[in-house]
């Protein structure tokens, strides 16, 4: 009975300790495998930093100034360019009615059409 | 563990005393307790040992799962060994812009002690890096050190080339460098570090002071995970500001140009450009005294854009009006000083009058009216007579008479004999005209909320706008015409000093300012521009006053950072006197 219970125990013990190896092992390897992607990370960041530095440096406002002199034909923009939303026009109105069909479609559709087929052009009165 | 010598004693029954051979028996009972029997003892010992150790076991499986749920804070530190130089966090505009960011690059250092060939190894560095002294590295490699620094901050090709040189002894550290991607675009805003990234001058400094550096002192700040600092300033406008400027200067042909854009309701410094300037990659054009920043490192006569607070001063007191007349018939004369006018009226001029044909006389009336202590008063609570602290570390204390007298009222009064920062005077201006309160500028954003905690009411609403209707009436009928983009309504004043050479007032050495604010009807911001020494120019018919230098690039000024600045265009809007002067609602 008692040997019994210890031979069940070494097993046990054997067992856990195998698990704990496994355990600890695959720990160091995810451990290692952070260690790595932060070290990644860093690197990414400072490739970030060193594109944005890079980027801002090229999105210098004298630097476009000087491109846009020699290559645009734009000009600084003037007061007088700017309009309020009332000063728009009014949009033209519709030849047709909105509800109505397709002139040029039934145009198609009907290839001899007498005349008074195509709806009259809507003017809103 | 120590527990288990002592308690053995505590938990056992206590001992009942024995009279007979008491030493004895005290003994005995302390080591075994009365009539006791041995075995059952033993096993209660026994028992006690084990959960003595029982328990220390268990402590140490508790310390164990301790440590294996907690977050190893540790192993951030290891990921940059040796990273020297520390990080500083990134400057942004008020749009993102990046003005200011760390980029990783890497210095050469070598270990002397591990060098075999000096010779060798110093021929073929300064093959890879022709600018290194050779007798300079020679001496380095030569030397007993165990460290060295040969090169800071080279290329990465420059560092593969020596990789492969496969020199021992001889090594990289990744550091951390500052660049200034805009360049001198906003230099003196921003200021500049030294070779260990410590800030030495401007925001950068500022970013030190305010903690950072603690934070480098304790070894925290080494990574790029610190927020970035937002300042107020906007990249486009401080560009255009600064081009028109330059524009400005080599026109005028002026010894120096500086501007400066504010938002009248928070206090925010927009834009601030003084030429010529320094590039922050390259600190060492900094030491040139003629590139210092001319707003808040030195002090200036500002000339007759003191008129505005003169004025202002007797509007607030209510002792005069806008339609006060005051005699400027003939010129002032006082001890043996005379004030003259620029361009004499000769005539009693109405207050309105006084600042639109920007009379000296009539100013310095007023401010005898007013008397010496109001007067002085008055610049005090407007701020113009105390050292203006910003996040700038530099700053620069007002020139203030010692004896204040009424000669030196009179003289102030049209902005002579008191030098104060222009930063100040921008700061006094943008209170008569954003309804009277006083905001200490910043480099920071801040919203209007903020800035309404912090203001301090110096004059009555309905004097703040009188200020604007008589800014407004300058640009429409006075000196600052020119200034009159069209669509924005800009209001402003003009303003020529002449400056002091050796101790005299000189004729044609003049410091021009020009003070806008847009719109007129309502500030939203105040633009100041100073030309130093401005020259006269055929197509200014020979004057050199404000009116024909300053003003002009204010208005280019304008015409290009209005839109910037989201100020919608309106056009016909009625004069001055409909739009501001009659919806003026007095108070008393």
Known sequence: MMRLLNICVIVALVAAAAYVYKIKFESTRKAEQVAKLR??????????????????????????????????????????????????????????????????????????????????????? | MTATDATPVTSLP????????????????????????????????????????????????????????????????????????????????????????????????????????VDEATELLTAVLPDLDSMEVRERLGSKRRF????????????AEIYRLGQPGIGFLPEN?????NGNEVSHLIGHVNIDNQGIA?????????????????????????????????????????????????????????????SVRTGEIIA????????????????DPNRINRLTTGVYEMGSTFKALTLAMALDSGKANLNSSFDARAPLHFGKFEIHDAHPEGRFLSLSEVFTYSSNIGAARIALMMGVEAHKAFLKKMGQLDRLRTELPESAEPLVPRNWGELNTVTIAFGHGLAVAPLQAVMGVSALVNGGYLIPPTFLRRSEEQAKALAVRVIRPETSDKMRYLMRLNAEKGTARQADVPGYYVGGKTGTS??????HYSKDRVLNSFTAILPADDPRYQVLIMLDEPQALPETHGFRTSGWNAVPTGAAVIGRVAPLLGIQPRFDLPPADQLILASIVPSR
């Open chain 2, 148 to 159: 060295a620094w040969l090169k800071r901050d080279i290329t990465p090709r420059q560092r």
């Open chain 2, 177 to 181: 460098k500052r660049v200034y991607p």
């Open chain 2, 498 to 503: 002449e400056k002091v050479i050796g101790g």
């Open chain 2, 272 to 287: 601030m450009v003084s030429v010529p300037d320094y590039d922050p990659n390259n600190p060492r054009e900094a030491l």
């Open chain 2, 202 to 262: 401007g925001i950068e400094k500022w970013l030190d002071r305010s903690g950072l550096a603690d934070l480098h002192m304790a070894g925290l700040a080494t990574d790029r995970l610190q927020e970035p600092v937002r300042l107020a300033v906007d990249l486009r406008v401080q560009h255009a500001l600064r081009d028109e400027l330059i524009k400005g200067r080599d026109k005028f042909k002026a010894k120096a140009a500086a501007g400066l854009i504010v």
């Open chain 2, 14 to 117: 206590a001992p009942a005393p024995v009279r007979t051979d008491w030493r004895r028996t005290i003994l005995r009972s302390l080591l075994y307790g009365r009539d006791v029997d041995r075995a059952a003892k033993t096993r209660a010992r026994l028992g006690l040992a084990i959960v003595a150790f029982a328990l220390g076991y268990a402590v140490i499986a508790g310390r164990l799962v301790m440590f294996a749920a907690q977050p190893e804070g540790h192993t951030g530190r290891h990921v940059t060994p040796g990273l020297v130089g520390t990080a500083r966090p990134d400057i942004l505009d008020r749009n993102g812009e990046i003005l200011a960011t760390d980029v990783r690059v890497p210095s050469l250092f070598a270990e002397p002690n591990r060098i075999i060939d």
């Open chain 1, 39 to 125: 070290l990644d990370i860093q690197r990414e960041r400072d490739t970030i930093a060193a594109l944005r530095a890079e980027w801002s440096k090229l999105d210098n406002p004298l630097r476009i100034q000087d491109l846009a002199r020699r290559h645009l034909e734009l000009r600084p923009i003037d007061s007088r360019q700017f309009d309020q939303l009332q000063g728009l026009p009014e949009r033209p109105p519709d030849l047709v009615p909105p509800d109505s069909p397709d002139p040029i479609g039934s145009l198609l559709e009907h290839p001899d059409p007498p005349t008074s087929s195509i709806p009259p052009a809507g003017r809103p009165k």
